[in-house]
């Protein structure tokens, strides 16, 4: 039984930062891609960034470019996000995802991930 469980959310002050960590369970992830989505009331999923499972290969919402740094840990199946000068805009549940696809592209298409964790609550207050 393949499990993503997401931990980090709160709440952050516009600037501010969080870490989002992804612990993972029922595989060894570390022959696999993950990713980060998120989703705002009333929108519909979105990108966020995803990593391969070597991490030679790292993709990034243009929206959190240069904001965000994903990571991977693969001796602890863990994966993060790293998230500096935080803005009203990425409030949003968080999720983190597994690509099962054996492949050195880090997937951007929601569709393309196999399993997904239950989400992360990130407020960002102005």
């Known amino acids: 039984q393949v499990q993503l469980v997401e931990s980090g959310g709160g709440l952050a002050q516009a600037g501010g930062s969080l870490r989002l960590s992804c612990a993972a369970s029922g595989r060894t992830f570390s022959s696999y891609g993950m990713g980060w989505f998120r989703q705002a009331p009333g929108k519909e999923r979105e990108f966020v960034a995803a990593i391969s499972w070597s991490g030679g290969s790292i993709n990034y919402a243009d929206s959190v470019k240069g904001r965000f740094t994903i990571s991977r840990a693969n001796a602890k199946n863990t994966v993060l996000l790293q998230m500096n000068s935080l803005k009203p805009e990425d409030t949003a549940v968080y999720y983190c995802?597994?690509?099962?696809?054996?492949?050195?592209?880090?997937?951007?298409?929601?569709?393309?991930?196999?399993?997904w964790g239950r989400g992360t609550q990130v407020t960002v207050s102005s």
């Open positions: 995802a597994v690509d099962l696809k054996l492949t050195v592209v880090a997937e951007i298409v929601a569709g393309g991930y196999d399993y």
